[in-house]
């Protein structure tokens, strides 16, 4: 539990900042915040990437109903939307992570600790992400990151219930589409998330083919007009390499995404202004992914 001493530093005007991200592990994250430290001392800030699908802010406006809070929306200045970032840097994947999610979540999230008073920023890392928590509070002190839900225990599934309990105090409250059709976070689901991995892309292609399509199709653009391969997929098995979504007849010896050995969907962090390599240790999911462009 916190500690008094902590509570006794925070007020309305340094207030702990909670990230709302669209999924269900930050929801829980803000709903802690605010019991923990009253509504007058939190904020709860959405970084919207103008990807997300409508039904991420139909949960939005359930859970200010559920917090008694409005949340607020903040978004880049600099990129309308990842197609900007995918095409202005010739790439989905760098050294730092996904291109979108910094450009879009984690450079604004760092502008905005620059102007902006905090006590500590809270992060919906769940007691599965220890490994990530500890890389953030290792390589992103000034943020003064806390994670409510590992100092509370709990799991993602966790949070799935809170929220489901929730909804039977009389709230209007559903899960996130996404989670009901058996994906594992919320993350800009207009096109689909680039650190999805290879079971979320198998699972994307046989459920929603159109959407899949136009991620291949985007591959299939840079690739053009870096004039070498772009690929949001690697395969980890021996002989395995860079993988397209869609075959590539400029490149017939890298394999698309219908050669690789069907897998589960696998677990995603909920992406709420923390997206990179930073992290202690990769999770098998990112290493799923081509970041050598």
């Known amino acids: 539990m916190r500690s008094e001493g902590i509570l006794k530093t925070i007020n309305k005007d340094k207030p702990v900042i909670a990230w709302w991200s669209g999924g269900v592990t930050s929801a829980v994250t803000c709903k802690l915040c605010i019991d923990w430290y009253g509504l007058e001392n939190v904020r709860i800030i ?3 990437t103008n990807n997300e699908d409508g039904d991420t802010y139909r949960f939005k406006t359930e859970c200010e109903n559920w917090y008694e809070k409005e949340i607020e929306t903040i978004t880049s200045n600099e990129y309308k939307n990842p197609y900007e970032v995918w095409f202005r840097f010739t790439s989905l994947h760098a050294a730092t992570g996904a291109n979108c999610s910094l450009y879009l979540k984690r450079r ?3 502008l905005w600790e620059k102007t902006n008073q905090f006590s500590f920023q809270a992060f919906g890392f769940d007691i599965d992400e220890l490994k990530r928590a500890k890389g953030m509070k290792l390589n992103n ?18 949070c799935i219930t809170i929220v489901q309990k929730a909804k039977s105090l009389f709230l209007h409250i ?11 976070n919320n993350n800009c689901w207009k096109t689909g998330c680039v650190q999805g991995g290879i079971g979320y892309w198998q699972k994307i292609q046989k459920e929603f083919p159109e959407k899949f399509i136009a991620m291949a199709q985007v591959e299939h653009d840079l690739t053009e007009k870096k004039g070498r391969p772009v690929t949001i997929l690697k395969d980890q098995t021996k002989g395995g390499g860079l ?3 869609k075959h590539n007849p400029k490149y017939p010896t890298i394999k698309d995404i219908t050669q690789v050995k069907g897998r589960p969907i696998q677990s995603l962090i909920e992406c709420n202004g923390f997206c990179g390599m930073d992290d202690i240790e990769q999770s098998e999911t990112s290493k799923e992914l081509n970041y050598a462009e």
């Open 174 to 184: 559903e899960l996130p589409k996404t989670y009901k059709l058996g994906y594992l």
């Open 243 to 245: 993988v397209f979504l």
């Open 46 to 48: 959405f970084i919207d």
């Open 141 to 158: 002190p000034n943020a003064k990151p806390i994670f409510p839900l590992i100092n509370e225990l709990l799991t993602k599934k966790d």
């Open 108 to 110: 604004v999230r760092e």
